[in-house]
């Protein structure tokens, strides 16, 4: 009840709240099995960053406000419960056959980390300095617990040790959920989707650490500390991206977290181009869910770890982390910590890398003065903007035993020259060789000097460096470097990058070198080959070295998709009917037959129409129709097919926007957009202006907006298929991180089935779940 009269600051009272919620449209999610999908489990999970279990429980939905929170709920035996802290109680009813849970999270968390799971679930349990660590799946997956979760309490010891702050809640328990995309970092109780879970052959391609890290390392950063508000949210997501970095680091190695932090670093200069990290003009909470909060957010904290040394940085995290233990914090709280315990001013550093927006677009030219024996160095800042401030590490080598020469400048204009006085011509020339600022690099060098980088150097981002330059040359002599280059290449990651440049140079030198990679044994390397071959249309000697990988298959089911995909990009003449032939292959998340479907839609063969539109319907896999669907719109620009063909295929796609899942939506309004003739559509139009009226997921509405808009005013129709390329291209990137990580917002799509084509590798960018 309410109080009668008005109170006072600081006084408390009870405030009770009766009420009934069916079915809401976001936040508190249900499922259950129906005439064409008669597997669907019965579970209902909470989804609630960034403003959404307000929807179903009354609660002051916002960061800054943290409470202790309490469930008791009843259902039905032979479920179970979970939600945040610890469960006091578990009570048969034997009068109406039902089970009562009582959970209580006594140390006080935000309002979307809230989480309630009912389903049936075995639960497996090992114990952790004293604390249960759980892992909740549906009997068919637990099997797989054991390899998909065996470095946790790893990960608990590295992070409690290094933070040094000891994983601060009752238990850990990660809960795989059908439904659900991603994860999310829910006080004490991780929520992962089932696609989290890897079979033996899985972990071929890749391994689920990422993901499990990245929500793992939340516990601390986001649910220990909270940002007070969402402009701060990088303080959640760059913290977990980079600490899912640094268990690479730790678990892997040195070369996978630098690959790691490259790759985040393209990501991170794509997305920040635009609006700063710290951004407090959001339109709504998930507009900062994007690639500024987390890979950009991770290279903050790399910056600031490689100008502070291994030793204050640990000491900075630990001191932040004691200091503002249960608390919400602003970037400023992380700013002054730093400075108390360094005796430095980060006033600059911050501003630079979270109050604006870009980065520093850097080009360095080198050239030897052999009468003076001086390295003449020019630094040049060209981007639009002020000058960035940041440190530049150079480092000359020798092909002697002479000690390399190391210099360093403090690059604070927009352009500076200095010479250095060396005993030789250095052979080597090294430009920030521990990868320490993010920035859009060009190097100017002598050839010499190039092939030193690709061959010789000792840091993977350099040689990838090197493979980007000589990708872009077309001489015979540049190609064979390449070729010579990717088989003396230790590590996967740069192979993977040297094929990408052959690709991009092309030439019989380059295909007898991708041929050659196909007998890799590292199936990420061997997986870049098969797909770098498959700009070389109609090649028969690269189509008979394909052709067997698709119709006998390969061990890894990621090499297994690429080469299906490519063997349909090189148009061989019996393309309809081998890939006809893979999909009654039964694969982990529709690997394969997902490869099929959009193999199909490349072939030049009205054919694949009445395959495409079968694979289209309710009674498929959820995670196969987004990709018929996007592949019938594409087979109208690829192959001649009649007007009643096309009239066809758009009522296909539109008795899919009837369809539950709203991936599947989406992907069908985004498709009748995409065919040659969008104006053959119109009879779509009166149900894609229901759904953009009234559909509860965003990124759907907006599809059938843009489409509308296409049909009424004769827009382009190769503009929407570039949106629908797009589309395609955000699942086919998340193959490779999970989202890479596509960021959270990418994976927070608003769905309720999982991405078709997910692969959880790199995290974080990878946290997600459904939203509206």
């Known amino acids: 009840m309410l109080p009668q009269t008005s109170l006072k600051a600081g006084e408390k009272f009870s405030l009770f709240i009766d009420y009934t919620i069916e079915d809401p449209d976001t936040g ?48 039905k035996r032979g479920y179970e419960v979970s939600s945040n802290g610890r469960l006091l109680s578990k009570k048969e009813n034997a009068a109406d056959n039902t089970v009562t849970f009582h959970w209580l999270q006594d140390k006080p968390h935000v309002a979307y980390l809230i989480s309630l799971i009912i389903g049936d679930f075995e639960i497996v349990t090992e114990t952790w300095r004293g604390k249960p660590i759980e892992y909740w799946v549906r009997a068919k997956y637990e099997e797989q617990v054991a390899q998909t979760f065996k470095n946790t309490t790893r990960m608990l010891d590295f992070f409690s040790d290094k933070i040094g702050v000891e994983y601060p809640w009752d238990r850990y328990a990660q809960l795989c959920c059908y439904g659900f995309g991603g994860g999310m970092e829910n006080t004490s109780a991780t929520t992962l989707g089932e696609r989290s879970l890897y079979d033996e052959r899985s972990l071929l391609d890749s391994n ?20 007070r508000d969402w402009a701060h949210i990088w303080l959640n997501e760059g913290f977990a991206s980079y600490f899912e970095a640094l268990w690479a680091e730790e678990d892997l190695g040195a070369d996978e977290f630098a690959y790691n932090m490259y790759r985040k670093a393209s990501r991170a200069r794509r997305g920040g181009k635009k609006k700063p990290i710290v951004d407090r003009n959001y339109s709504h909470p998930m507009a900062m869910f994007d690639s500024r909060a987390y890979p950009k957010g991770a290279w903050v904290l790399h910056m600031m770890r490689r100008q502070l040394g291994d030793d204050l940085f640990w000491e900075v995290m630990n001191t932040y982390a004691t200091t503002y233990a249960l608390k919400t914090v602003e970037t400023v709280d992380l700013r002054k910590t730093i400075e108390k315990v360094s005796g430095r001013s980060f006033e600059r550093f911050f501003y630079d890398w979270t109050e604006r927006p870009g980065h520093p677009e850097v080009t360095v030219s080198y050239k030897w003065l052999n009468d003076d024996k001086l390295a003449k160095v020019t630094i040049k800042q060209t981007q639009k903007a002020v000058a960035f401030h940041f440190p530049l590490k150079i480092e000359f080598r020798f092909d002697d035993d002479a000690k390399p020469v190391t210099v360093t400048r403090d690059i604070s204009q927009k352009e500076m020259t200095f010479y250095h006085p060396l005993a030789a ?13 993010l920035m859009e690099l060009k190097a100017k060098q002598g050839r010499d000097l190039w092939k030193a980088q690709l061959l010789d150097d000792p840091s993977v981002v350099a040689r990838i460096r090197a493979a980007k330059h000589f990708g872009e040359s077309k001489s015979t002599g540049d190609r064979k470097l390449l070729a010579e280059a990717l088989g003396k290449e230790p590590f996967w990651g740069v192979q993977a990058e040297i094929a990408k440049a052959l690709k991009e140079t092309g030439g019989d030198v380059a295909r007898d070198a991708l041929l050659a990679g196909l007998q890799f044994e590292n199936h990420k390397a061997r997986r870049a080959c098969v797909q770098a071959l498959d700009s070389f249309h109609g090649d028969a000697t690269v189509i008979k070295a394909i052709r067997p990988m698709v119709i006998n298959g390969d061990p890894s089911y990621r090499v297994e998709s690429a080469a299906i995909e490519t063997f349909a990009a090189l148009e061989p003449e019996d393309g309809f009917y081998v890939l006809k032939q893979v999909m009654v292959r039964d694969s982990r998340n529709e690997v394969i037959r997902n490869a099929a479907l959009r193999g199909l839609g490349k072939l030049r063969d009205p054919e694949v129409v009445p ?85 509860p997921a965003s990124r759907v509405r907006r599809a059938a907006e843009s489409t509308i808009k296409t049909i009424q005013e004769g827009k382009p129709p190769q503009v929407q298929m570039a949106e629908l390329r797009d589309d395609l291209k955000e699942a086919l990137e998340a193959n490779e991180d999970l989202a890479e990580r596509l960021e959270k917002l990418e994976s927070l799509i608003g769905d309720d089935e999982e991405a078709a084509d997910m692969e959880p590798t790199d995290a974080a960018e990878h946290s997600a779940a459904a939203t509206p």
């Not at 689920?208 to 940002?227: F, K, S, V």
């Not at 011509?425 to 600022?437: L, S």
């Open 611 to 695: 395959l495409l539109a079968e694979w289209t319907r309710p009674d498929k896999p959820r995670r196969c129709r987004p990709s018929a669907i996007r592949a019938l719109a594409g087979v109208t620009k690829r192959t001649h097919v009649d007007e009643a063909t096309i009239l066809n295929i758009v009522d296909t796609l539109a008795a899919a926007l009837g369809d539950t899942g709203r991936r599947v939506r989406r992907a069908a309004a985004r498709a009748l957009g995409a065919i040659s003739e969008p104006a053959l559509a119109r009879t779509a139009l009166p149900t894609l202006e229901a759904i953009a009226a009234n559909d």
């Open 208 to 227: 689920p650490d990422g993901l499990i890290a990245h929500e793992l390392a939340h516990q601390w950063w986001g649910d220990y500390l909270t940002c």
């Open 425 to 437: 011509a250095p052979t080597m020339f090294r430009i920030d060789p521990q990868q320490t600022v």
């Open 28 to 75: 508190l999610r249900f499922f259950g099995p129906s005439e064409n999908e008669p597997d669907v489990p019965y579970i209902a999970w909470s989804q609630g960053e960034s403003i959404f279990n307000s929807n179903w429980i009354p609660c002051f939905d916002h960061p800054n406000e943290r409470q202790t929170t309490e469930m008791i709920v009843t259902t």
